[in-house]
């Protein structure tokens, strides 16, 4: 069979039934294999970004491998900030991209990425931004290099295969193509028990703050079994907003720059935290480094975090923690504790114009239906969805801040609605859409169930605040001339529902109206670049008297 023809058949043994991509003269053998594969669908964007993203959030939320196929050259090159994205959150992504032939490299090929006679080197490129990167020159390495990179791209991030055309076109005698088993190593008893008894046996209140790992091992009850027996409070990081029920006892809301003042009150009543399947990256420990200084730290998950804790590593987090729930016991269970909701933060009143970020939050919130994937892009908006936004039961809730790409989420959320097949919520600014929002099209062609919530506030908005807050707001580069984004999305797309809202009751009324349509939707929210987000850097910093009546008025 064909090389092209073997690596889709591959695909559909390992569960994959999406490839997405653009087509190019340099991997339309791959196209035209799936064209002829009755288990695996090509799906076709607009632009490389966004169908890394797509390949993205299908992971994300599927807890398989997203596939990506691009052709060579400046397609090639468009594949690399989607896979900085997935290397930066450790999503495993399975890139396929085409190469000029074999015959032609170093011979001024079109498109010549070969590093031969001055040329881009795309193995190096690649394999910057990758666990595992390797060019296919013979149909004799294919088998082996195809399981190498499926087996690097399970244990976390994106794996790369450059495929020459000649190559993509060889005949070759392959193994069936079956489904490959995971080998994950397990952690051994000794770290589970050591790290049990210390947790056992602290005395003192400890707190958990749980990363989006939870989500995509799906060790939700096995995180709430652990909090249980420990009587923990539970914080989560801002890309891990669904990994905890909203009713759950204990429940002290977000951390970081996008979070609740809580966190911060309960690490300093502590005396353990435990970290888990998180890093703890910067953006989720924004304000808690002076705290956790003083706190003993143990962590929990596939990567060591960014900050000194004990660590114990493991590949199956959702057995590591059954594992510490069963050494723990429920002889050491303590004390529940109280159920309140988390406070928020103080954001100071503005005049401005157009529906402010909290109230088009609420007004999201009441009419989100059950088991809802969120998409939310970084920025102002984003800021917004992060401290203030529910999350429905059975959802997802995905926030990528690995390297904070605008308009990840217009591609993330379409792959991740061919993976699920429901209603999928993009939430995000006018700046993330003119950078990928015409990835509508995709959802409009494929008619995929997706809305697109677009915040207008005509302006890079996070930018600008940082201009006013940081530069004393005397110039601008970031305020854009009006635009009507729903109604010339809506003239270019004929048949597509949008709407534009300026008030609460409007953007409900348009959601309802919008959440029976079988495919794609726009709302365009106007609001006002002037008002300041829940970001804690660009806001006046709170005594901790302060903050701690607040709670207790708010609790009485």
């Given at each position: ?384 969805v992060v401290h203030h936004l529910p999350v429905t039961a059975g959802g997802r809730f995905v926030v990528a801040l690995g ?149 207790e008025g708010a609790h009485r």
């Open positions: 069979m064909r090389v092209a023809d073997y690596i889709v058949a591959a695909l559909a043994a390992e569960g994959i039934e999406h490839v997405f991509g653009v087509g190019g003269a340099n991997i339309e053998d791959l196209y035209d294999a799936l064209h002829h594969s009755r288990d695996v669908e090509g799906v076709v964007a607009k632009h490389e970004f966004s169908a890394t993203t797509m390949a993205d959030g299908y992971a994300r939320t599927s807890n398989r491998i997203g596939v990506v196929a691009a052709t060579s050259g400046g397609g090639a090159l468009n594949v690399i900030a989607g896979l900085g994205e997935a290397f930066a959150s450790r999503v495993p992504i399975l890139a396929l991209v085409g190469q000029p032939p074999t015959t032609l490299e170093g011979m001024g090929a079109f498109q010549d990425t070969s590093g031969l006679a001055g040329s881009i080197d795309a193995s190096r490129l690649f394999g910057e931004v990758s666990v595992y990167c390797a060019r296919v020159d013979s149909p004799l390495d294919l088998a082996r290099q195809l399981a190498e990179a499926l087996a690097a791209a399970r244990r976390g991030g994106p794996a790369v295969l450059l495929l020459p055309k000649d190559v993509q076109q060889a005949i070759g005698e392959f193994p069936e193509p079956r489904r490959s088993v995971a080998t994950t190593p397990r952690t051994t008893r000794t770290d589970l028990t050591r790290l049990s008894e210390a947790l056992r046996d602290d005395y003192g209140r400890i707190t958990v703050i749980a990363g989006d790992e939870v989500a995509r091992a799906g060790a939700r009850t096995e995180l709430a079994e652990l909090a249980h027996v420990l009587g923990a409070r539970v914080a989560v990081t801002p890309d891990a907003r669904d990994v905890l029920d909203p009713a759950a006892p204990g429940r002290l809301g977000v951390t970081g720059a996008m979070g609740n003042p809580d966190v911060v009150d309960a690490l300093q009543d502590s005396d353990v935290c435990l970290l888990v399947g998180t890093r703890l990256p910067v953006m989720a420990r924004g304000g808690l480094d002076a705290v956790l200084e003083k706190t003993l730290v143990y962590s929990v998950g596939s990567a060591t975090p960014y900050l000194q804790t004990h660590h114990v590593s493991t590949r199956d987090l959702r057995a590591t923690l059954c594992g510490l729930v069963a050494e723990i016991g429920p002889a050491a269970t303590r004390a529940p504790v109280a159920q309140c909701d988390p406070t928020p933060i103080d954001v100071p009143p503005s005049g401005t114009s157009g529906l402010r970020y909290t109230d088009a939050v609420k007004a999201l919130a009441a009419v989100m239906p059950a088991g809802a994937d969120v998409f939310a892009d970084a920025g102002n908006t984003g800021a917004a390297m904070g790409g605008m308009g990840y989420t217009f591609g993330a959320a379409i792959g991740s609605a061919f993976s699920r097949g429901r209603r999928t919520f993009v939430i995000a600014g006018d700046g993330a859409f003119y950078a990928h929002g015409l990835e509508i099209h995709t959802a409009v062609e494929y008619d995929v169930p997706v809305t697109f919530v677009v915040f207008n506030n005509n302006a890079h908005a996070m930018c600008l605040t940082r201009e006013q807050v940081y530069f004393e707001g005397t110039y601008t580069y970031s305020r854009f001339r009006p635009a009507h984004i729903a109604a010339g999305v809506g003239a270019l797309f004929p048949g597509l529902p949008s709407h534009t809202v300026d008030t609460h009751a409007g953007l409900a009324d348009s959601l309802r109206a919008t959440a029976d349509s079988a495919g794609p939707a726009v709302i365009e929210v106007a609001c006002d670049a002037d008002e300041l987000p829940p970001f804690l850097p660009f806001l006046p910093a709170r005594r901790p008297t302060e903050r701690s009546e607040s709670r």
